[in-house]
């Protein structure tokens, strides 16, 4: 049913990576980021891949999954790529053919530009796989309130996130209801062309976003009853606590990070 | 002994305009005064439009009267700096179950309101536990609320509610949306809450049968006061009744019907007093 379909791409598992705080995840994912822009020699990027190929396995994600999350920008790595290639015109040229200029340096950068890439993705999936979307929002929402400034903005988009999450399937149903009922009065929602089909929806989703407006006005009331009144003075049941395995991750990402700065000082720049 | 909740000559529109003068307002709830004390059960009746959802809605001050007052515990609903005392005090729970869960977690559905009351997070942990053993869905605490029948996310609801601690609940037709098993499961968590919590409890209602446990009966018509007493009392008024668009039980009706003696509401007493008179 498509009431069963998982939001986000959370693949639920109890691994070490999946028991770390969401909002240790969070940051070590950005610093992770970042240090993959910091490579510029061979040997920094191999530690980085290889950083990353640990904690994949440490997840115990299966590769295959792990696979599917490039593939919808493997279009976007190739066309990098290969504009890289043509157009970096720096070190000893390869290939001079008619316009076509090829150089080590611009081999070099497509080769970067894929790796980094695809780190980056798959980096930042293995926290949506490991974390489920109401932990992700709640430690985005828990790591800022820190902040006095930033509290009230923040929490706002989390409970947004929140309510979001909590009315997909409320709103699949609904959707699967109305197109039933539709159906059922002679609606022909399957057959004809893309601009057919679509037109054919509109008396799926007008009923749709008109029902999803009273349900927000009456959330909205249910919420003031229970003494809803934003971030001021709100408090948790449940607060998250950095445990001994949030330590290791850190001691982990901040070895990789040194490394890669060791690696960047003792080996020449390629890039 | 203090009221929990007062309502004292109310009168609310929804029109724009108040225009007395005129005297073509259309009160959505006019010259409503009764009171709810602790421990009450009282059940509201009327049809649709009748005024019982304006009711429900002052009660708690998501609504304001236009003229009158309604009190909760002493503070008027008119006080907006108290707001949020009154709906500690007065718990809400709608019609529909999904629209007023939150979370995607149950127990983090019922810790919503004590986490905006702004508690300590072991006081939280322990009235949500509370809540949901009250309503018999403590094995369900780590469920998703979409995955729950329509009686099951009802008793979340007002779990969520309870979790509060609120002297008075009130009850804006919330079996209304259920299976006759869902409306069992809530008629009984709402008893249980009423007769081994001792909160008082306002029901309203378009179902007589949910009515005949209630202490107290105020059927609602044109936004007024129509008939108020016992269950019994206000259901021997059979035609009066039927007037407002209403019906009264079966049982009440049949033994109406047959002159049986006693102030009958269910089945059960109705075969009883048929068995008694056929034994004399």
């Keep these: ?271 | 002994m203090e009221s929990i909740l007062k309502f004292d000559g109310v009168y609310f529109t929804y029109d724009d305009e108040v225009d007395e003068t005129q005297g073509n307002v259309h009160w959505a709830v006019s010259d409503l005064s009764f009171e709810v004390n602790p421990g009450d059960f009282i059940a509201v009746l009327g049809h649709n439009g009748s005024g019982k959802s304006t009711l429900a809605k002052l009660s708690n001050a998501i609504l304001i009267p236009d003229k009158g007052e309604v009190t909760v515990k002493g503070i008027s609903t008119k006080d907006e700096d108290r707001t949020l005392e009154i709906r500690q005090h007065v718990g809400m729970v709608f019609q529909n179950p999904d629209n007023q869960i939150v979370a995607t977690v149950v127990e983090e559905d019922v810790a919503f309101g004590p986490e905006n009351l702004g508690l300590p997070p072991e006081e939280i942990r322990r009235r949500v536990d509370e809540a949901l053993k009250a309503v018999g869905m403590y094995e369900f605490r780590e469920n998703e609320p979409h995955k729950l029948s329509g009686g099951q996310k009802q008793r979340v609801a007002i779990a969520g509610i309870i979790a509060m601690q609120p002297e008075c609940v009130v009850l804006d037709e919330s079996t209304a949306m259920l299976d006759p098993k869902g409306r069992r499961e809530v008629m009984d968590t709402v008893r249980k809450l009423h007769d081994e919590l001792g909160m008082a409890v306002v029901f309203i209602t378009h179902h007589m049968d949910e009515a005949a446990f209630a202490d107290k009966v105020l059927v609602m018509d044109k936004g007024k006061v129509f008939l108020t007493g016992t269950p019994y009392e206000v259901f021997r008024h059979v035609d009066e009744i039927r007037g407002v668009g209403l019906d009264v039980p079966q049982a009440t009706e049949l033994a109406l019907a047959l002159g049986l003696p006693g102030d009958i509401l269910t089945y059960g007493e109705c075969a009883d007093a048929i068995m008694h008179s056929l034994e004399n």
């Design chain 1, 1 to 271: 049913m498509l009431k069963d379909i998982t939001i986000g791409q959370f693949f639920p598992g109890n691994s070490v990576i999946h028991r770390m705080d969401p909002r240790m995840k969070l940051i070590l994912t950005i610093v992770y980021i970042v240090i993959i822009f910091l490579c510029k020699n061979f040997w920094s990027l191999g530690l980085v891949v290889l950083a990353l190929i640990i904690v994949v396995a440490l997840s115990k994600i299966p590769v295959k999954v792990i696979l599917k999350s490039i593939k919808p920008i493997a279009i976007i790595i190739t066309f990098t790529a290969v504009l890289n290639m043509f157009y970096v015109r720096t070190g000893d040229p390869l290939l001079d053919w008619k316009f076509i200029h090829i150089t080590t340096g611009g081999v070099i950068t497509a080769v970067f530009m894929i790796i980094r890439i695809c780190a980056l993705v798959v980096a930042s999936s293995l926290l949506t796989y490991t974390t489920s979307p109401t932990l992700i929002t709640d430690g985005i929402e828990q790591l800022f309130s820190k902040f006095k400034f930033m509290r009230n903005g923040v929490h706002t988009i989390a409970m947004m996130m929140t309510i979001a999450l909590r009315f997909i399937p409320t709103l699949i149903e609904e959707f699967e209801k109305i197109t039933n009922a539709q159906k059922a009065r002679g609606a022909d929602l399957e057959t004809g062309n893309l601009v057919q089909r679509a037109k054919a929806l509109i008396p799926v989703l007008v009923p749709l976003f008109i029902t999803s407006f009273r349900r927000a006005y009456e959330l909205a009331f249910a919420m003031e009853c229970r003494c809803y009144h934003g971030a001021e003075g709100r408090t948790r049941m449940k607060l998250m606590k950095y445990t001994k395995l949030d330590a290791f991750g850190f001691a982990f990402i901040a070895l990789a990070t040194g490394g890669v700065v060791a690696l960047n000082i003792f080996f020449q720049h390629v890039i």
